[in-house]
């Protein structure tokens, strides 16, 4: 059981906290680039209880700085980009990507103490539409070579969404390979020619059975947890019939990403990010092996229940999350609309901004929960203690590691990890961007 104080230690991750020190050895997602493709590319960012400003200086370099000047605090979201760095509009002091000051114009003449003065930054890098910065000390660890970072950009699609949670409850659906048959249950299925874009509507591979069937149907899969040199893998298998199963693979990449399937041809990788305690966003990419994605059909598609600015949820606690009656009785399980997304919203927002751990009653099927839990407390421990962090990467690592497989199939039952193996396998080879290694 989880007690009180466990709970604390794991959900709390501002500045000085022991969830908060870990977080901070890793790359997290800090915004998307489409959030700076205004004519004047500088945005607040709220990451980890820390306000900082994003911006992107020339050459394309970004910058991610502590909000306030370190000179009196203005803020520097209203800074002017010019002379390679943001410059405050108070006194004029500029700064360079990584914090440095180049300029105090109003210091007298041949004074060089803006040598010495580096305001707070954190490195940044872009991947695929997504800007990650690393907010821990000293150099940053390099990134894995998964798919969805090495992906050519035409295959890849990035979004996000607002929750109004703590990051350890967004996490933990993503772990938890009952809740499909419930929470997304549709209560009859359709045509699976218009499940692009649109999560557990399509059909598994090799297979005209509609996901959603499956998940209706068959709600007591057996689930096998597998050890990874990221995290975890989830073996999910729902017997079908006496020779054919159903195989759902799926991933826990430590501290806090999923690598799922999204259909036959198409993957999830999503991180969930504290921007406080109290409250995350998801960000994800999609990553295709076939066609290149239609990135305004996906990104349509998703705002057509979300708001900007903010990848605001249309459907909030505000709204009872759109709940209807007569949609519970004749179209979903939960009455919530048929966009999955406000779905996980609801049963991760509803238990409250932080749900007290201490007074669930965890059952057999939550196997991911209880192992992410072991090994996050272990990893806590580990840095609280001055070790490294649990799976930490280097350069030699980081190019080795084994790309998430997530795939969603029927094959046979007398070779599961064979024949899942096997499709995985052939969708890389079978790419229209290459063999990839894995």
Request: glycine share 8%; aromatic share 10%; charged share 25%.
């Amino acid at each position: 059981m989880t007690t009180a104080a466990d709970n604390e230690l794991m959900t709390r991750i501002g500045p000085g906290t022991a969830a908060g020190a870990l977080l901070r050895q890793y790359w997290q997602p800090a915004a998307l680039v489409e959030e700076l493709n205004e004519k004047r590319p500088v945005v607040p960012v709220r990451l980890l209880g820390e306000d900082l400003v994003l911006f992107r200086a020339e050459k394309g370099r970004y910058g991610l700085l502590e909000r306030g000047c370190p000179h009196r605090g203005a803020d520097l979201c209203f800074g002017r980009l010019e002379s390679g760095g943001l410059r405050c509009p108070f006194h004029g002091w500029l700064f360079d990507a990584t914090g440095q000051c180049l300029e105090q114009p109003g210091e007298p003449p041949g004074s060089r103490a803006y040598q010495h003065l580096k305001h707070r930054g954190y490195p940044c890098e872009e991947r695929n539409g997504v800007i990650f910065a690393f907010l821990g000390e000293g150099s940053p660890p390099p990134f894995p070579a998964f798919d969805c970072f090495t992906a050519p950009a035409r295959q890849t699609f990035a979004f996000k969404g607002f929750w109004d949670c703590n990051w350890l409850q967004a996490l933990e659906v993503g772990i938890d390979p009952i809740h499909p048959s419930f929470l997304h249950r549709f209560l009859s299925d359709e045509s699976t020619d218009g499940a692009y874009g649109r999560q557990f509507r399509s059909a598994s591979a090799h297979s005209e059975m509609p996901l959603t069937q499956i998940l209706r149907e068959y709600p007591r899969p057996t689930i096998r947890i597998e050890d990874t040199d990221y995290g975890f893998r989830l073996v999910t298998t729902r017997d079908l019939s006496d020779s054919m199963s159903h195989y759902r693979i799926t991933n826990l990449v430590f501290p806090e990403a999923i690598v799922i399937p999204m259909s036959a041809e198409m993957t999830i990788t999503q991180w969930h990010v504290p921007i406080d305690d109290t409250r995350c966003y998801w960000y994800s990419i999609f990553t295709s092996y076939g066609a290149p994605v239609d990135r305004e059909k996906m990104r349509n598609q998703r705002l057509a229940n979300q708001t900007l600015p903010g990848y605001l949820p249309k459907q909030n606690r505000n709204s009872n999350w759109g709940y209807d009656p007569q949609d519970q009785a004749t179209q979903t399980y939960t009455g919530l609309g048929l966009d999955v997304n406000t779905h996980d919203q609801w049963a991760v927002e509803s238990p409250g901004p932080i749900f007290d751990r201490s007074r669930e009653h965890l059952g057999k099927s939550d196997v991911g929960i209880i192992r992410y839990r072991k090994l996050l407390m272990a990893g806590l421990r580990d840095v609280q203690a001055g070790k490294a962090p649990p799976f930490a990467l280097s350069e030699q690592t980081a190019a080795r590691i084994e790309r998430p497989a997530a795939v969603d199939t029927i094959g046979p039952r007398s070779e599961p990890a064979e024949y899942w193996r096997k499709i995985e396998r052939a969708r890389r080879e079978g790419s229209t961007w290459g063999s990839v290694p894995g």
